[in-house]
Every structure is written in C-alpha cells, then in structure tokens.
C-alpha cells in the first residue's frame, strides 16, 4: 500500500477566496485521483489526474473551479476556487497502487463562511 | 451512477459475523468489485477486491455468487471498531474512457453493538 498524506487536514475559508489542497505520496504512482464529500453524502470523483497529462474532469466539474496540478509522480494539488459555502466538504485524494487498488488520504475538511 | 444496491443499514452483534450483501445485476465480465469502509469521516478503507472467484484476507473475506450479480463481504469476527459506512463498489472508466475509476454509492452503515 502507501502512505498518503493532506495538507491543510482542515480549514476554515471565506467566501470569494481559493484554498489549495496538496497531496503527497510516500511512493512513485501513475494515477491520482480528487474526491469531494458533500455533508452527509457518499464520495463523487472529481477529476484524474496523471503525471503529464492534463487532468480528466468529471461531469459537473470543470477546470476553472477546481484546477489541478500533478508536477511530479508523488505530489498533487487542488485548488478549490472562488469558493461558496456549497463548497464546504471533505476533500480526498487517492493514489492506484499495484496497478488494481485504490488507497485514500485522510481528507481535507474545507467550510466556507 | 453507482452500479451497485447495498441496504442502507445493518447491525451486527460484537464477536459474530457481519455478512454485508451487494447486488451489482449489471457488471460486465471484466469488471472488478471492490469494497471499502469509511469510518467516521475519515479517509475511505481498502478491504478486498475480486473478479470471480471468492477472496480472503487479513480483514475480510468477499464472496462472488456464480453468475457475479452479487456479492457478500463477510467480517468473520465483528468488534466495535467495525462500525463504519461499507461500500461495495463495480470498478469502471471514468470520462475519458482510458482510467479506471471507483463510483461510490451511498453504502451500508453496519453498527456493531456490544
């Protein structure tokens, strides 16, 4: 497996203001990947993200509100612009490792006031 | 959409086993089920994945039914720890067509009672 890490692990923003999100991982991985969890909701993919490549959206996601940057194969960023409070959720990256799992960070607790 | 149905609770005495069902009527042969918990907000747990045969391991074992329509993730030995959101999940593609990704639905809150 490998260890994930999120920085910020929580933040308190306000409307109007970007917040970025990284992630690191203590190994090399192809694919990585940006959840969102709405309050009391199950996760939704927001986009993947692969090493030199530009990052595949989602429906109902697009680039000017969540851009993403993968520069390396164990670090990624998401930032979550010009936010609202209907921002406000857990944000989770995720890397594929051994070609077929899955493994989750810890999530990034975001509430816009 | 999530391709798989799960009830949307169980409970579940500690020390018994905690068989969670999963119904995925429309996986394609290729497709792999997964299973991840998610404990309190957290970050989502891996458990097990299989294809057609049944899996075991150190947390759980999966069980595939022949046809591959459903699935029963079964904890042998439930603790309070266990109490969690379990996800059964058809791994797919995602927009592009060229990355697998994971479709979580809403899940089972299994609670272990004392």
């Known amino acids: 497996s490998a260890v994930i890490s999120q920085k910020p692990s929580r933040d308190i923003c306000q409307r109007g203001t970007s917040l970025t999100i990284q992630c690191q991982v203590d190994s090399q991985v192809t694919m990585m990947f940006w959840y969102r969890q709405q309050p009391g909701q199950s996760l939704t993919l927001i986009a993947t993200a692969n090493q030199g490549s530009e990052a595949t959206y989602e429906s109902g996601f697009v680039i000017d509100k969540f851009p993403i940057s993968r520069p390396n194969l164990t670090f990624s960023t998401l930032t979550v612009s010009n936010m609202s409070p209907e921002d406000s959720s857990i944000y989770l990256c995720?890397?594929?490792?051994?070609?077929?799992?899955?493994?989750f960070g810890p999530g990034t607790r975001l509430l816009v006031l | 959409d999530a391709k798989t149905t799960q009830p949307p609770s169980m409970d579940c005495a500690e020390g018994r086993a905690a068989n969670l069902p999963c119904n995925h009527s429309t996986i394609s042969g290729n497709e792999y089920v997964y299973w991840y918990r998610q404990i309190h907000s957290q970050g989502p747990q891996y458990i097990i994945h299989?294809?057609?045969n049944n899996e075991t391991n150190e947390m759980a074992s999966l069980i595939i039914t022949e046809d591959r329509k459903s699935s029963t993730l079964i904890l042998p030995h439930a603790t309070l720890r266990d109490t969690a959101v379990y996800y059964c999940i058809v791994r797919d593609y995602d927009s592009g067509g060229s990355n697998y990704k994971l479709t979580f639905g809403k899940g089972t809150l299994l609670t272990v009672n004392p």
């Open positions: 995720s890397v594929e490792f051994g070609g077929e799992t899955q493994y």
């Open positions: 299989g294809l057609k």
